[in-house]
Protein backbone atom coordinates (compact mmCIF):
# COMPACT_ATOMS: atom_id res chain seq x y z
CA UNK A 1 0.00 0.00 0.00
CA UNK A 2 1.37 3.31 -1.05
CA UNK A 3 2.88 4.78 2.11
CA UNK A 4 0.53 8.25 2.38
CA UNK A 5 -2.55 5.90 2.54
CA UNK A 6 -1.67 3.95 5.07
CA UNK A 7 -0.40 6.74 7.69
CA UNK A 8 -3.88 8.22 6.62
CA UNK A 9 -5.69 4.83 7.71
CA UNK A 10 -3.29 4.68 10.60
CA UNK A 11 -4.23 8.16 11.78
CA UNK A 12 -8.03 6.96 11.47
CA UNK A 13 -7.51 3.63 13.08
CA UNK A 14 -6.21 5.95 16.29
CA UNK A 15 -8.82 8.54 16.00
CA UNK A 16 -11.57 5.39 16.17
CA UNK A 17 -9.30 3.96 19.01
CA UNK A 18 -9.49 7.75 20.95
CA UNK A 19 -13.79 8.28 20.28
CA UNK A 20 -14.18 4.92 21.72
CA UNK A 21 -11.15 5.45 25.06
CA UNK A 22 -11.93 9.09 25.57
CA UNK A 23 -15.71 9.47 24.13
CA UNK A 24 -14.13 12.21 21.93
CA UNK A 25 -11.56 12.29 19.41
CA UNK A 26 -10.59 15.18 16.90
CA UNK A 27 -10.86 13.37 13.28
CA UNK A 28 -7.63 13.46 10.92
CA UNK A 29 -9.46 15.33 7.26
CA UNK A 30 -9.66 18.53 6.44
CA UNK A 31 -12.79 19.77 3.83
CA UNK A 32 -11.59 21.79 0.94
CA UNK A 33 -10.66 25.34 1.34
CA UNK A 34 -13.14 26.31 -1.29
CA UNK A 35 -16.04 24.34 1.17
CA UNK A 36 -14.87 25.47 4.34
CA UNK A 37 -15.01 29.14 2.53
CA UNK A 38 -18.43 28.81 0.86
CA UNK A 39 -20.11 27.36 5.08
CA UNK A 40 -18.12 30.26 6.53
CA UNK A 41 -19.97 32.84 3.99
CA UNK A 42 -23.23 31.16 4.08
CA UNK A 43 -23.31 31.84 7.81
CA UNK A 44 -21.68 35.15 7.51
CA UNK A 45 -24.93 35.72 5.44
CA UNK A 46 -27.30 34.45 8.35
CA UNK A 47 -25.55 36.26 10.98
CA UNK A 48 -25.62 39.67 8.82
CA UNK A 49 -29.25 39.85 7.30
CA UNK A 50 -31.44 38.67 10.69
CA UNK A 51 -33.55 41.92 10.51
CA UNK A 52 -34.46 41.40 6.63
CA UNK A 53 -35.25 37.12 6.97
CA UNK A 54 -38.63 37.06 6.78
CA UNK A 55 -40.68 35.63 9.80
CA UNK A 56 -40.46 31.80 9.56
CA UNK A 57 -37.05 31.84 8.99
CA UNK A 58 -36.35 33.94 11.68
CA UNK A 59 -38.12 31.21 13.70
CA UNK A 60 -35.49 28.78 12.78
CA UNK A 61 -32.63 30.88 14.80
CA UNK A 62 -31.99 31.33 18.76
CA UNK A 63 -31.14 34.51 19.90
CA UNK A 64 -28.69 35.67 22.68
CA UNK A 65 -31.03 38.26 23.99
CA UNK A 66 -34.15 35.78 24.41
CA UNK A 67 -31.65 33.65 26.74
CA UNK A 68 -30.51 34.15 30.27
CA UNK A 69 -28.20 36.54 30.93
CA UNK A 70 -25.95 33.96 33.47
CA UNK A 71 -25.45 31.65 30.52
CA UNK A 72 -22.87 35.39 29.09
CA UNK A 73 -21.69 36.40 32.43
CA UNK A 74 -24.74 38.72 33.31
CA UNK A 75 -24.27 40.75 30.19
CA UNK A 76 -27.93 42.43 29.62
CA UNK A 77 -29.72 41.52 26.64
CA UNK A 78 -30.01 44.96 24.88
CA UNK A 79 -26.21 44.64 24.31
CA UNK A 80 -26.05 41.23 22.69
CA UNK A 81 -27.98 43.11 19.59
CA UNK A 82 -28.84 40.22 17.09
CA UNK A 83 -26.39 38.12 17.98
CA UNK A 84 -27.37 34.66 17.03
CA UNK A 85 -26.68 31.54 19.52
CA UNK A 86 -28.09 28.64 16.74
CA UNK A 87 -29.13 28.62 13.73
CA UNK A 88 -31.52 25.41 13.26
CA UNK A 89 -32.24 23.49 9.83
CA UNK A 90 -29.45 25.81 8.04
CA UNK A 91 -29.59 24.33 4.96
CA UNK A 92 -33.06 25.85 4.49
CA UNK A 93 -31.05 29.02 4.22
CA UNK A 94 -27.98 27.29 2.00
CA UNK A 95 -28.01 24.32 0.13
CA UNK A 96 -23.90 24.51 1.41
CA UNK A 97 -24.93 22.91 4.63
CA UNK A 98 -26.32 19.91 2.53
CA UNK A 99 -23.32 19.54 0.56
CA UNK A 100 -21.45 19.41 3.82
CA UNK A 101 -23.15 16.35 5.02
CA UNK A 102 -23.03 14.32 1.88
CA UNK A 103 -19.27 14.63 1.42
CA UNK A 104 -16.96 11.35 1.72
CA UNK A 105 -15.17 12.97 5.05
CA UNK A 106 -18.47 13.35 6.87
CA UNK A 107 -19.76 9.84 5.90
CA UNK A 108 -16.45 7.89 6.40
CA UNK A 109 -15.92 9.76 9.92
CA UNK A 110 -19.76 8.86 10.84
CA UNK A 111 -19.42 5.13 9.33
CA UNK A 112 -16.03 4.46 11.37
CA UNK A 113 -16.79 5.88 14.66
CA UNK A 114 -20.31 3.88 14.44
CA UNK A 115 -19.20 0.66 13.01
CA UNK A 116 -22.05 1.00 10.40
CA UNK A 117 -22.44 1.74 6.45
CA UNK A 118 -25.99 2.66 6.20
CA UNK A 119 -26.42 6.20 8.04
CA UNK A 120 -29.05 8.49 8.71
CA UNK A 121 -28.82 12.48 9.36
CA UNK A 122 -31.08 13.62 12.26
CA UNK A 123 -29.81 17.32 12.26
CA UNK A 124 -27.73 19.95 11.43
CA UNK A 125 -27.38 23.12 13.47
CA UNK A 126 -24.77 25.88 13.69
CA UNK A 127 -23.64 26.52 17.59
CA UNK A 128 -21.99 30.33 17.57
CA UNK A 129 -20.07 31.75 20.99
CA UNK A 130 -20.49 35.36 20.06
CA UNK A 131 -16.94 37.14 20.27
CA UNK A 132 -16.92 38.76 24.09
CA UNK A 133 -20.14 37.10 25.29
CA UNK A 134 -21.37 34.08 23.41
CA UNK A 135 -22.74 31.91 26.07
CA UNK A 136 -21.43 28.96 28.11
CA UNK A 137 -22.53 25.28 27.47
CA UNK A 138 -23.51 23.00 30.70
CA UNK A 139 -22.05 20.09 30.94
CA UNK A 140 -24.63 17.82 29.32
CA UNK A 141 -24.64 13.79 27.77
CA UNK A 142 -26.56 14.44 24.42
CA UNK A 143 -27.66 11.22 24.93
CA UNK A 144 -30.86 10.72 26.12
CA UNK A 145 -32.47 14.07 24.89
CA UNK A 146 -35.80 14.80 24.36
CA UNK A 147 -35.66 16.30 20.85
CA UNK A 148 -33.64 14.26 18.39
CA UNK A 149 -32.74 11.05 19.77
CA UNK A 150 -32.81 7.12 19.42
CA UNK A 151 -34.14 4.54 21.96
CA UNK A 152 -30.46 3.48 22.42
CA UNK A 153 -27.02 5.72 22.06
CA UNK A 154 -26.66 4.67 18.49
CA UNK A 155 -25.55 8.23 17.12
CA UNK A 156 -23.07 10.84 17.39
CA UNK A 157 -22.56 14.57 16.65
CA UNK A 158 -19.53 15.32 14.44
CA UNK A 159 -18.71 19.39 14.65
CA UNK A 160 -17.02 20.85 12.13
CA UNK A 161 -14.97 24.04 13.79
CA UNK A 162 -15.48 27.17 11.42
CA UNK A 163 -13.21 29.23 12.75
CA UNK A 164 -11.03 26.89 15.10
CA UNK A 165 -11.48 27.00 18.81
CA UNK A 166 -9.32 27.66 21.95
CA UNK A 167 -9.64 28.10 25.52
CA UNK A 168 -10.31 31.71 25.17
CA UNK A 169 -13.08 31.42 22.58
CA UNK A 170 -14.82 28.77 24.53
CA UNK A 171 -13.09 25.38 22.87
CA UNK A 172 -15.45 22.25 23.92
CA UNK A 173 -14.29 20.66 27.32
CA UNK A 174 -14.73 17.13 27.58
CA UNK A 175 -14.64 15.12 30.94
CA UNK A 176 -12.86 11.68 29.26
CA UNK A 177 -13.95 8.44 29.46
CA UNK A 178 -17.53 9.64 31.50
CA UNK A 179 -19.24 7.87 28.02
CA UNK A 180 -18.21 4.81 30.00
CA UNK A 181 -22.00 3.84 31.66
CA UNK A 182 -24.78 2.32 29.97
CA UNK A 183 -27.94 3.62 28.15
CA UNK A 184 -30.15 3.09 31.31
CA UNK A 185 -27.74 4.91 33.33
CA UNK A 186 -27.71 7.57 31.43
CA UNK A 187 -31.48 8.00 31.26
CA UNK A 188 -31.77 6.84 34.53
CA UNK A 189 -29.23 10.38 35.14
CA UNK A 190 -31.22 12.45 32.81
CA UNK A 191 -34.46 11.66 34.39
CA UNK A 192 -33.02 12.43 37.95
CA UNK A 193 -31.36 15.62 36.60
CA UNK A 194 -28.06 14.32 38.98
CA UNK A 195 -25.31 13.98 36.18
CA UNK A 196 -22.10 14.94 37.12
CA UNK A 197 -21.13 18.74 36.52
CA UNK A 198 -17.16 18.86 37.49
CA UNK A 199 -15.50 22.10 37.80
CA UNK A 200 -15.11 23.08 34.10
CA UNK A 201 -11.23 23.42 34.71
CA UNK A 202 -11.53 19.71 35.74
CA UNK A 203 -12.55 19.33 31.88
CA UNK A 204 -9.86 18.96 28.85
CA UNK A 205 -10.57 21.62 26.20
CA UNK A 206 -10.55 20.42 22.78
CA UNK A 207 -8.72 23.43 21.22
CA UNK A 208 -8.48 23.05 17.12
CA UNK A 209 -8.14 25.23 13.82
CA UNK A 210 -10.28 26.17 11.08
CA UNK A 211 -11.98 23.72 9.49
CA UNK A 212 -11.14 20.80 11.65
CA UNK A 213 -13.56 18.39 13.00
CA UNK A 214 -14.45 16.94 16.33
CA UNK A 215 -16.24 13.84 16.83
CA UNK A 216 -18.46 13.48 20.12
CA UNK A 217 -20.06 9.97 21.98
CA UNK A 218 -23.60 11.04 22.27
CA UNK A 219 -22.77 9.74 26.25
CA UNK A 220 -19.67 11.92 26.78
CA UNK A 221 -19.84 14.63 29.31
CA UNK A 222 -19.30 17.97 27.62
CA UNK A 223 -19.84 21.27 27.70
CA UNK A 224 -17.55 24.71 27.38
CA UNK A 225 -17.02 28.10 28.79
CA UNK A 226 -18.14 31.38 27.36
CA UNK A 227 -16.31 33.31 24.16
CA UNK A 228 -14.48 36.20 26.72
CA UNK A 229 -12.14 36.19 23.02
CA UNK A 230 -12.63 38.91 20.17
CA UNK A 231 -12.79 36.07 18.02
CA UNK A 232 -16.36 34.28 16.84
CA UNK A 233 -16.35 30.29 17.63
CA UNK A 234 -18.79 29.06 15.25
CA UNK A 235 -19.29 25.10 14.84
CA UNK A 236 -21.80 23.37 12.26
CA UNK A 237 -22.81 20.38 14.50
CA UNK A 238 -24.48 17.29 12.66
CA UNK A 239 -25.75 14.69 14.35
CA UNK A 240 -25.68 11.42 13.06
CA UNK A 241 -27.60 7.88 13.38
CA UNK A 242 -27.48 4.35 12.62
CA UNK A 243 -29.91 4.36 10.08
CA UNK A 244 -31.59 0.85 11.88
CA UNK A 245 -32.18 2.68 14.94
CA UNK A 246 -35.49 4.97 14.22
CA UNK A 247 -35.41 8.44 15.88
CA UNK A 248 -37.15 9.19 18.83
CA UNK A 249 -38.28 13.14 20.34
CA UNK A 250 -40.30 15.39 19.50
CA UNK A 251 -37.98 17.30 16.99
CA UNK A 252 -38.18 16.89 13.07
CA UNK A 253 -35.96 18.93 10.61
CA UNK A 254 -35.73 19.38 6.71
CA UNK A 255 -32.95 17.01 6.57
CA UNK A 256 -33.85 14.68 9.64
CA UNK A 257 -34.28 11.22 8.07
CA UNK A 258 -32.07 11.81 4.95
CA UNK A 259 -29.66 8.25 4.47
CA UNK A 260 -25.90 8.76 3.79
CA UNK A 261 -24.69 5.48 1.61
CA UNK A 262 -21.77 4.47 0.72
CA UNK A 263 -21.48 5.43 -3.08
CA UNK A 264 -21.64 2.78 -5.48
CA UNK A 265 -18.56 1.78 -6.97
O1 LIG B 1 -20.49 23.90 20.39
C1 LIG B 1 -20.05 23.25 21.34
O2 LIG B 1 -19.06 23.59 22.00
C2 LIG B 1 -20.70 21.98 21.77
C3 LIG B 1 -22.03 21.75 21.19
C4 LIG B 1 -22.76 20.77 22.04
O3 LIG B 1 -22.56 20.70 23.23
C5 LIG B 1 -23.72 19.84 21.47
O4 LIG B 1 -24.09 19.94 20.30
O5 LIG B 1 -24.14 18.94 22.21
Redesign the pocket.
Known amino acids: MHSMVRQANDARDQAVLAYHQDGYTAWPASLSQDLLHRLGSATHAIQSQVAALPQEMQALLAFERDLSTTGRGGIDAKDVGDAIFIIGDPSRFDPVFLELVQTPIIRQAASALLGCEDLALHFI ?1 V ?1 I ?1 HPRFGRG ?1 GW ?1 R ?1 YPNPSYCTEHADFL ?1 L ?1 LCLDG ?1 DETS ?3 RFIPGSHMLSDAQAVEEKTQRNWPKPSPSTGCALTCGTGHIVA ?1 HPKVL ?3 PMNTSSRP ?1 R ?1 I ?1 I ?1 IGKASAPMTGTERDSVSGLRLRRPLP
Open positions: NTKIHDRMMGATIHGGRNVQ
